[in-house]
C-alpha cells in the first residue's frame, strides 16, 4: 500500500523543518555543501542523496523508540533491522522510507537503556523525564507539519543543569546528549557513491574532507567496513554549541556532525550498468560494529581531540 500524498505532503514538511535546525546549529553543514560546489562536485546541495537521518532518545516510560517511532511509521516508514549495542547500553531500529519514495532519507533511530545505568544516573535522568506522564506523540496531530515541526524542536523537560549534565556525561556520554539535545537532529548523511567518479568512494571523499581540513571521527579509524564490505562510512566530529543550562549557566558541549556513506552494489547485481542502478541493487541497512564508533562522533573522546 502506498501512502496518501498528503502524508508525503506533511513528511517534507517536517523534514525541512529538521534540515533546516540542524544547517544552523551545524555549520560543517554548510561548510562541506560550499567545499563540494567550489570543488565542482556538485552545482547545488539538491543534487546531494541524503542516505540517512539519524535521532536519539531516552529509553523510559513514555518516550523512547516506541513513542518517537510513531511520527515516522505514521508517515509511511518501516520498522526494518534492530541494533544492540551492549557497553553503550543503546538499542536501535532503522526505518526505510515510505513504499514510492525511496530517494527519502532511511531513519536511525536509537535508545538509551536508562535502566542499566547506575542508581544515581537514573535518579537524575527521572528528575527530568517523569514530567512527562503520557506519550507525546498520541496528544500530537501528525497531520499537521507545523506541529510535528514545534514539537521535535521543544523542550521536552525543565532545562538541565550544568551539574546534572557533567554527572551523566561521566557515566554515558550519550544521556547526556540527549538530556540537551533532544530530538534535534543528530545527523544526515552525503551518500557518496552517488557523486561524480573521483569521489564516489569513501576513500576518496575522505581524502576531499581532510584537504578541506574538516574534523573526522577517529575512533576505530576513520572509514568504517561492515563485514562484507558493502557499508563503509565516516563522520565529523560533532561541531561546539554554546549551551545554555537552567540558572543561566552555560557550557560549550557536542551538538550534531555530518556522515558520509558508502554502499557498494551487491555482488549479484555486479554485471548491471551504472545508469541502472538504484538502491535496491546496494547494500541496504546499517552495521551495529561502524554504528558503535559512529555514535563516538559527538564524546568528548572525539570533540576533545
Ligand atoms: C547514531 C550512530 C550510528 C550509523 O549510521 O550507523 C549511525 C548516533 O550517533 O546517534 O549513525
Ligand atoms: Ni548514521
Known sequence: MTTSS???????????????RYRERVPDVSGIIDAMIDEEIIDSADEIENDHIA????????LGIASFEKIFTHYGYQKRDAYNFTEKKLSAYWYAPPVGTENLPRIFVSELR???LSEQ??????KYTDRVTSDPVDALDLDDAVAVDAFLHQPLWEMPTVEDYQTLLAESEYAAWVIYNRYYLNHFTISVHNLEPGYNTIDEFVEFLKSREFKLNSAGGVI???PDGGLRQASTVAQMIDAEFANGQTLRIAGSYVEFADRRVLPE???LP????GRQHRREGFEAGNADKIFESTFTTQTGR
Open 224 to 226: 568504517k567496513i561492515s
Open 6 to 20: 498528503n502524508k508525503i505532503d506533511t513528511l517534507h514538511a517536517v523534514l525541512d523543518g529538521l534540515m533546516r
Open 55 to 62: 535521532f536519539r532518545t531516552m529509553g523510559v516510560p513514555n
Open 269 to 271: 547485481f555486479a554485471g
Open 114 to 116: 536508562v535502566h542499566e
Open 121 to 126: 544516573a537514573q535518579q537524575i535522568i527521572h
Open 274 to 277: 551504472a545508469s541502472q542502478i
